[in-house]
């Protein structure tokens, strides 16, 4: 999978393309070691992992997707958003950081959004990493006790127990209202994070051309990647 990584890193410079990856995902789901995954091998200078902090106040009184704006691919660029605008429908509703007003204007807008950056000739995909709420309460367990994973201990990650079914409800209305023909959405399986690591890489590449593909490396397992369908949406089986 590195290999192949790398064999498409080499046509993103080459051909001067634009790849954006976002990565969604419950509390402890595994986004930031499956970035670690893909970009281990891959040129630091072309490859950017963007995970943007609380708004400052002036950034508050931007519209909502400019400081994103910024962060988005250039030419030869892969990028990967850990976050990213997605945190209005996610953890801003549930934990009340936003008002309704600002919730409903972020849905009503964000797939035109996503369409002008696609027609600019941006490739997007948006990974959502869905675990179970025992696996999370695990992990969440497992963080509180390791001494190098300190660091990611939050306020934010104390509630996702507690507000278990409202990150539910909210990821819910997110996968069916912002999943579009320009940017669907694929939802993974991240119980496992070894075969999330696999399996998300696999459908990356599968899904882009770059030379020299070797095809029979890309398989992926359909119990753990589950394509959100733009057209008469139906969500996978989820974590309820």
């Not at 192949?4 to 402890?28: H, N, P, S």
């Not at 704006?69 to 509703?93: C, T």
């Not at 179970?132 to 001494?147: G, N, W, Y």
Request: charged share 30%; proline share 5%.
């Amino acid at each position: 999978m590195q290999i192949e990584l790398v064999k498409l890193q080499k046509r993103i410079i080459a051909k001067g393309d634009r790849l954006l990856v976002i990565m969604e995902g419950r509390d402890t789901a595994g986004k930031d070691g499956t970035i670690k995954c893909i970009t281990q091998n891959l040129s630091p200078r072309d490859t950017h992992v963007v995970a943007l902090g609380k708004p400052s106040d002036r950034e508050e009184g931007k519209w909502y997707f400019q400081r994103y704006v910024a962060e988005l691919p250039s030419a030869g660029e892969f990028v990967i958003f850990n976050r990213s605008w997605y945190n209005r429908a996610g953890v801003e509703k549930v934990m009340g950081f936003c008002t309704d007003a600002q919730y409903k204007e972020f849905m009503a807008s964000v797939n035109d959004f996503e369409s002008l950056l696609v027609t600019s000739g941006i490739q997007i995909f948006k990974y959502y990493l869905d675990i179970d709420k025992a696996e999370q309460a695990h992990r969440l367990a497992d963080r509180a006790k390791d001494p190098l994973k300190q660091w990611k201990i939050s306020p934010i990650d104390q509630q996702a127990q507690k507000k278990w079914h409202a990150y539910s409800v909210a990821r819910d209305l997110m996968l069916e209202k912002t999943t579009s023909p320009d940017a669907p959405w694929t939802v993974v399986n991240a119980n496992d994070k070894k075969l999330t690591h696999l399996n998300l890489i696999r459908d990356l590449l599968s899904r882009v051309d770059y030379p020299g593909k070797n095809k029979k490396l890309l398989m992926t397992d359909s119990q753990i990647i589950m394509p959100c369908l733009a057209t008469a949406i139906k969500l996978p089986k989820l974590a309820p």
